[in-house]
T-cell receptor
Framework: QQQVKQSPQSLIVQKGGISIINCAYENTAFDYFPWYQQFPGKGPALLIAIRPDVSEKKEGRFTISFNKSAKQFSLHIMDSQPGDSATYFCAASYYGGSQGNLIFGKGTKLSVKP | DAGVTQSPTHLIKTRGQQVTLRCSPKSGHDTVSWYQQALGQGPQFIFQYYEEEERQRGNFPDRFSGHQFPNYSSELNVNALLLGDSALYLC????????????FGQGTRLTVV
């Protein structure tokens, strides 16, 4: 079964700290791994994404680490800020004949304390 | 440049009724996907449209149907509403069917009473 398992369910971090969210997948055919940020009452917004040909991608304070052999990937938020407080979703997708749909994890609610 | 727009933003329906949700994709995008997001859960894929046809479908019953118009906008229809259909319905668009980068609208919050 195609699944993406995300942990932790919730996370509290002090301002300036590092937030780390982990995801694991099962289907080795997945070839696109995005992270989405969602604020209450809003739709998910693409934050950063990675393909399996690289082990790490960094954009500003956000970094994805990817471990193909372990079938795991993680999001690191450096210097976390109160404005980063949101729900974060990992997802996976693949080209199954045509464009693959996104399979989401269950989300991590991040709270950054001032 | 307008992003993905959805209407209405909120909707309350009674069990057994039918509902139609609407989506306009981001400018330059021709592929639209619909997702259902239950409270506290990640979005779940319902189906995808391009070239005015349903191309992929997730694990949703036939009560869920859709349409794509020549201008690439799309509708999601749900018949015989159940209480369990209460959720945030999200529309996502992408440049074409090969592009995995999806942009989401703000969603329609459907409450079935």
């Amino acid at each position: 079964q195609q699944q993406v398992k995300q942990s932790p369910q919730s996370l509290i971090v002090q301002k300036g700290g590092i937030s780390i969210i982990n995801c694991a997948y099962e289907n080795t055919a997945f070839d696109y791994f995005p992270w989405y940020q969602q604020f209450p009452g809003k739709g998910p917004a693409l934050l950063i994404a990675i393909r399996p040909d690289v082990s790490e991608k960094k954009e500003g304070r956000f970094t994805i680490s990817f471990n193909k052999s372990a079938k795991q990937f993680s999001l690191h938020i450096m210097d976390s800020q109160p404005g980063d407080s949101a729900t974060y979703f990992c997802a996976a997708s693949y080209y199954g004949g045509s464009q693959g749909n996104l399979i989401f994890g269950k989300g991590t609610k991040l709270s950054v304390k001032p | 440049d307008a992003g993905v727009t959805q209407s209405p933003t909120h909707l309350i329906k009674t069990r057994g009724q039918q509902v139609t949700l609407r989506c306009s994709p981001k400018s330059g995008h021709d592929t639209v996907s619909w997702y259902q997001q239950a409270l506290g859960q990640g979005p779940q894929f319902i189906f995808q449209y391009y070239e005015e046809e349903e191309r992929q479908r997730g694990n949703f019953p036939d009560r869920f149907s859709g349409h794509q118009f020549p201008n690439y906008s799309s509708e999601l229809n749900v018949n015989a509403l159940l209480l369990g259909d209460s959720a945030l319905y999200l529309c996502a668009s992408s440049r074409d069917r090969w592009d995995t980068e999806a942009f989401f609208g703000q969603g329609t919050r459907l409450t079935v009473v």
